[in-house]
C-alpha cells in the first residue's frame, strides 16, 4: 500500500537553530499538509500546497515557518529560528485531486517527525 | 469556520461491550467527515469517512459511524470492542461548500478497552 514516509523521524536541536523536515508524499497525489501535535494532544493544522503554491495556512504558519516542493517529489518544512514551543510531532499529509476514487478527499499520513528543541 | 467537538477525554469499555465515541461538529455549509485512529508513536490511520449518501457508513477493522445532520453528530461505533481498539481517535471535518482541503480535528478521544 502506497505510504508518505517522513525524515527524521526524531531530530533535537538548539533554540533559535534551522530546522528542514522532510516528506515524500504518494506519487500521484496532488495535495499536501503539514500539521502538528504537541505532547500526544490534539492535531493542528499549518499549511495545505497545491500546485507549488500555498493554498491555505493557519495562524500557527507565521514568518518563520515555510515550506517548498524542490524537486517534484519531496515536500519540506522549514523552520528558521526554532522555539522551545516549537517542540512536537509534525506529520506530513498527501490527498489525491477529486478524482481519487474511493481515496477522494482522504489525507494519508506519515509516521511523523518528532522535534525537540532544547 | 469549521470545528470539531469531541467531548469525552477518555472512553473506558470492557472487552466484548459494545463502544462509542462521540463526536459533534460545526461548518457552515455541509459536512466531510472522517475519523482517524493513532497508535502510540504512530501517524493517524484512516478508518471512515461520510461524504454523501447513506448516514450510516462502515469502516476498517469493523468500526462505523453515524451522520445526524440534526444534531451535527458523527459518533463513531464498534458492536464488540477488542483490547487491540485501544488507541487515540480523532474526529474531523471539512467545510464541502468552501474551497478549503485541509481537516480539522477535534482534540482526541482516548479509548482504553479493558480484557
Known amino acids: 500500500e502506497p505510504e508518505v514516509t517522513q525524515t527524521p523521524s526524531h531530530q533535537v536541536t538548539q533554540m533559535g537553530q534551522e530546522v528542514i523536515l522532510r516528506c515524500v508524499p504518494i506519487?500521484?497525489?496532488?495535495?499536501f499538509y503539514w500539521y502538528r501535535q504537541i505532547l500526544g494532544q490534539k492535531v493542528e493544522f499549518l499549511v495545505s500546497?497545491?500546485?507549488?503554491?500555498?493554498?491555505?495556512k493557519s495562524e500557527i504558519f507565521d514568518d518563520q515557518f515555510s515550506v517548498e516542493r524542490p524537486d517534484g517529489s519531496n515536500f519540506t518544512l522549514k523552520i528558521r529560528s526554532t522555539k522551545l514551543e516549537d517542540s512536537a510531532m509534525y506529520f506530513c499529509?498527501?490527498?489525491?485531486?477529486?478524482?481519487?476514487?474511493?481515496?477522494?478527499?482522504?489525507?494519508?499520513f506519515g509516521a511523523g517527525s518528532r522535534l525537540t528543541v532544547l | 469556520a469549521q470545528s470539531v467537538a469531541q467531548p469525552e477525554d477518555q472512553v473506558n469499555v470492557a472487552e466484548g461491550n459494545p463502544l462509542t465515541v462521540k463526536c459533534t461538529y460545526s461548518?457552515?455549509?455541509?459536512?466531510?467527515l472522517f475519523w482517524y485512529v493513532q497508535y502510540p508513536n504512530r501517524g493517524l490511520q484512516f478508518l471512515l469517512k461520510?461524504?454523501?449518501?447513506?448516514?450510516l457508513v462502515k469502516g476498517s477493522y469493523g468500526f462505523e459511524a453515524e451522520f445526524n445532520k440534526s444534531q451535527t453528530s458523527f459518533h463513531l461505533k464498534k458492536p464488540s470492542a477488542l483490547v487491540s481498539d485501544s488507541a487515540l481517535y480523532f474526529c474531523?471535518?471539512?467545510?464541502?461548500?468552501?474551497?478549503?482541503?485541509?481537516?480539522?480535528f477535534g482534540s482526541g478521544t482516548r479509548l482504553q478497552v479493558q480484557p
Open positions: 499529509a498527501s490527498s489525491p485531486g477529486e478524482g481519487g476514487g474511493s481515496g477522494a478527499n482522504v489525507l494519508t
Open positions: 506519487s500521484n497525489h496532488l495535495y
Open positions: 500546497f497545491y500546485n507549488n503554491e500555498i493554498s491555505e
Open positions: 461548518v457552515s455549509g455541509n459536512p466531510y
Open positions: 461520510y461524504i454523501t449518501g447513506d448516514n
Open positions: 474531523a471535518v471539512r467545510d464541502k461548500n468552501t474551497g478549503r482541503r485541509a481537516l480539522t
